[in-house]
């Protein structure tokens, strides 16, 4: 099985190297100084739980340079799901899965859109790792992977893929809902990447502030709202479940996306805040809070602002 890497980044750079490491055949599509490092002295991990690592592996910022893949995985912010997707197209069969390992809920549409209806795998990847420096990855934390077919059922591209990560040491579970499972994913990242990022605070400070704490807590029942109107299963008691594990993360985490706004980078907001307030109001359903993050945070949407 060869596997392309879209976004040789924390997410795609941590499981990549994981892969390699295993023996499968991986190939990162990289770019810029990061991809001359991983040409020069392979892909580091840095990992506070599993030591460090190199390994070498294909990597181009050319996609018709990896020939053709078994398996993609595209692991690029979501703002870039539409551009790499068409660049992706001479790596892609009839038969080629696209697993998505990123933030959001309608990337495999649009990979689907591109390419043709049944390419897109749905994935939620739980792992805290992140691009230090050019040709390093630093992994801190977790390193699981759920995915599954948008439909549900089990085929031997899932059973094979899922192989491929037992065989890395990766723990993956294939599930026969995924859309639940990215919902879920997608309303704790929305409440912890909008609030730490809205107020510049670590989550800790957001739980010790008591109308940060509420705001918290206001957007993840706006997000139950829009998901139970939208047909989305989520549990019944998925706020408290929600504010439960946003209640357990380190008191010092923030978010990517405070990351990104911070250091002048463009914000995954569209994505994220963006798509859950064009959907409320589609489907009717009130949204304010949310709202409230996606306005406050637009002027800073496209990157730095001097």
Known sequence: MRIVIAGAGGVGGYFGAKLARAGLDVALLARGAHLDAIRAHGLRVRSAIEGEWTVKVDASAEPRELGRADTVFLCVKAFDTDATVEALRPLVGPGTPVLSLQNGVDNEERIDARLGPGHALGGAAYVFATLEAPGVIGHRFAGRIVFGELDGSVRPRTTGLGEAFAAAGIPAEVSADIRRVLWEKYVFICAQAGMTALTRCPIGVVRETPPAWEMYRRIVEELAAVAHVAGIGLPDDVVDTIV????????????????DLVEGRRLELDALHGHAVRLGERLGVPVPTLFAVYAALAPHAGGRRD
């Not at 439960?244 to 405070?258: C, F, W």
């Open 244 to 259: 439960a594990a946003g209640a357990s993360v380190a008191r010092d985490a923030y978010s990517s996306l405070h990351h």
